[in-house]
């Protein structure tokens, strides 16, 4: 007889341990083990015990979990690893991470990475039942024609466990105190469909929250010197570019802008790249929604920036709508202040619409979400991409559901509160589909594409660019690890299976995007590999979490608009801004929602730090820890350049960045 001594680790979480019957098999290359039942799977806890073989099983290459379900009574169990002693003195770690559903089948590989054809033959049948399965367990399904597809589920609370949110997020994610006090206003005026009577009064709605950026906000609003800032640094820095011709649709002259430009010439200053045109011409056409019965407008301005010598960007001429006409004046700063503040809070409704539907749900939500389901289809536990991405897919699937139920359903928030919610959002969620590209995701290219090299005060460019840097180092020392020549590539069929189904069902097979649906070298594996990582932690902690701090004092962002733009100069009073904004009901909704959105929970896990460890090999680990550490080194670059800003640009100290698409 032989013995192996086995090691079983319960997770520390709440509700991790479980009284039901589970029984674990050990599975060699020459045979397995008799099913043998688990003791005492407390939270928490790690219990060791023996299995006695007739005989060595050979190589251990998986272990075997099952979950029988004996009647009704059944507790989930999250099994956070196990570890192995064989009677060959070798030490194997099986990590699990994960809960496993009553009347579940779990069979476990070892932590060693591997390539399909560097599997043995026995472990290439694991492979391929785990990848069966879970492509039953993780379908697509097409939601709309025209645009990523999701996946197939409806309802979070049936999605599979090992991809739910723990116990812990469920109950924080609607019950934090800066929510309820948000609700409280929510209580008071969800119903009320009435303008708010002066700024005065809004200003006073506001006084109880307490948030200091939202405090900023309310001060600097209007000032144009902060309207430009938004463009760089705000939580959308996507909407901006250089502009070295004026667009033929945007007839401005010297004439009108040359008092804004410290004693230069239009045409100098085109020429000297200090021009910069946000052009929301993808908003071109769309009818707004209506809320609480009113019609809600939609324009798409084109907004010309100058970047004056004292390195501030400053908006210097708005039309807003494409095409030039009476009706369609362009105003400039110098026209009435009522004006002019109208004229920028229709630009920042146009905000509203692009950020949250193309640069926030569609480009990281729907994107990450596309990324999770070919992860989950296609690659198999020891497959060294899915030990890296998995971690960047965590409740992703989940929060996107609900997204789905509680925001763009029919009788979603955004469907209820905002002027391009309902029909608008569907129209405009294809038309951002069929024209996203590769490059635009690739942080460096979107950068140079847009010709932002040089911009000072750009700390969005200045953080994400070592955030790309960092994560692309890593990325390539990782799979050079597992990759040792293109060769390695282009044979690892999971891999090109991966891709060509996020080319298919992600950018549906649309060849202009650029996205690959194969993949030749080592290289272009790296760049796609760390474009995933990237949009799914530092691109949406970039434009998700400054929502609330941004977004959150209504004028600045508002998400509707109820009466038309005005059509020729000197007709703006108060009174029709007022009447123009959100009525109370839409301002507190709307609100409520930001503010959901914008918090994190208390298991939230910094970029680079994990709360499991699927790799036990020493080269990956040394990798893990500089990827650790040069994100730390980042991190008090960036606290110690904030100290001196009047305010700080925090969304991507890597601290602030998730791991994944979670909120
Ligand atoms: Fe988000």
Redesign the pocket.
């Known amino acids: 007889m032989v013995i192996y001594t086995v090691t079983v680790n319960t997770g520390k979480r709440l509700s991790a341990g479980t009284t039901s019957s589970i029984s674990i098999q050990l599975r060699g290359t020459e045979a397995e083990s008799e099913e043998q039942i688990l003791n005492n799977l407390n939270q928490g806890s790690e219990s060791t015990f023996e299995i006695e073989t007739r005989k060595s099983l050979g190589e251990l290459i998986a272990v075997k979990l099952n979950f029988k379900q004996l009647g009704h009574l059944c507790n989930e169990w999250f099994c956070k690893k196990i570890s192995v002693n064989t009677p060959e003195g070798d030490n194997i770690l099986f990590p699990c991470y994960r809960w496993l559903d009553c009347g579940e089948i779990l069979v476990l590989r070892t932590a060693q990475a591997l390539l399909v054809f560097q599997d043995r033959t026995e472990g290439q049948r694991h492979r391929t039942k785990q990848l069966e399965k879970r492509q039953e367990l993780f379908g697509w399904r097409v939601y709309d024609q025209g645009m990523p597809q999701i996946i197939d589920c409806d309802d979070e609370s049936l999605l599979p466990a090992e991809v739910r949110f723990s116990f812990t997020k469920s109950v924080e994610f609607f019950s934090t105190a800066a929510k309820q006090f948000v609700y409280q206003m929510v209580n008071q005026l969800a119903d009320n469909q009435n303008s708010w009577e002066s700024f005065r009064t809004l200003e006073d709605f506001y006084s109880g929250i307490k948030n200091e950026t939202i405090e900023y906000v309310k001060e600097h609003w209007d000032e144009d010197e902060f309207f430009g800032y938004q463009y760089l640094n705000g939580f959308n820095p996507m909407m901006i570019q250089r502009c070295s011709k004026l667009p033929e649709n945007f007839p401005v002259t010297n004439d009108m802008v040359k008092d804004s430009l410290s004693g230069s010439s239009l045409e100098q200053e085109l020429k000297k790249g200090n021009i910069f045109l946000s052009d929301y011409k993808m908003l071109d056409g769309l009818v707004g929604n209506v809320i609480n019965g009113r019609q809600q407008y939609l324009t798409a301005p084109l907004v010309l920036l100058y970047c004056n010598p004292q390195g501030k960007m400053m908006p210097i001429a708005i039309q807003l709508k494409q095409k030039p006409s009476k009706e369609n004046p362009i105003f400039l700063p110098s026209d009435s202040k009522e004006d002019w503040r109208l004229v920028k809070i229709f630009v920042r409704s146009a905000e509203f619409g692009v950020h949250e539907v193309d640069f926030?749900l569609l480009r990281?939500?729907l994107l990450a979400e596309v990324f999770t389901v070919a992860t989950l289809r296609h690659f198999p536990s020891p497959h060294p991409l899915f030990k890296l991405l998995i971690r960047h897919t965590r409740y992703t699937l989940q929060i996107n559901i609900l997204a789905r139920n509680k925001l763009i359903s029919a009788d979603g928030i955004l469907s209820k509160y905002a002027g391009v919610g309902g029909e608008p959002l569907v129209y405009f969620l294809k038309r951002a589909t069929a024209s996203l590209t590769y490059s635009a995701l690739c942080f460096p290219d979107n950068i140079s594409e847009r010709g932002l090299e040089n911009v000072p005060n750009y700390y969005y460019r200045d953080d994400g660019m070592q955030l790309w840097e960092i994560i692309n180092k890593f990325v390539a020392a990782f799979l050079s690890n597992y990759y040792k020549q293109d060769d390695h590539v282009q044979k690892d069929t999971e891999l090109q299976r991966w891709i060509s189904e996020i080319f298919t069902n992600g950018f549906l097979a649309r060849d202009d995007s650029g996205i690959p649906s194969s993949f030749q070298t080592l290289e272009e594996l790296i760049k796609f590999v760390t474009m995933v990582i990237f949009s799914g932690s530092a691109q949406?902690a970039a434009v998700?979490n400054g929502q609330y701090d941004f977004g959150g004092w209504m004028p600045n962002f508002p998400s509707g608009l109820k009466k038309p733009p005005p059509k020729e100069k000197g007709q703006t009073t108060e009174d029709t801004i007022l009447e123009t904004l959100p009525d109370k009901s839409t301002t507190v909704n709307i609100m409520s929602i930001l503010s959901l959105?914008t918090n994190d929970s208390a298991d939230y896990y910094p970029l680079g730090y994990f709360p499991e460890n699927l790799v036990d090999e020493d080269a990956p680990l040394k990798l893990i820890e500089d990827f650790q550490k040069n994100l730390s080194k980042l991190s008090d670059r960036i606290e110690k350049r904030n100290e001196k800003l009047e305010l700080p640009y925090t969304y991507l100290n890597p601290k602030n960045v998730g791991n994944s698409?979670s909120?």
Request: without cysteine; proline residues 0%.
């Open positions: 926030h990281t939500h949406h998700n959105l698409v909120i």
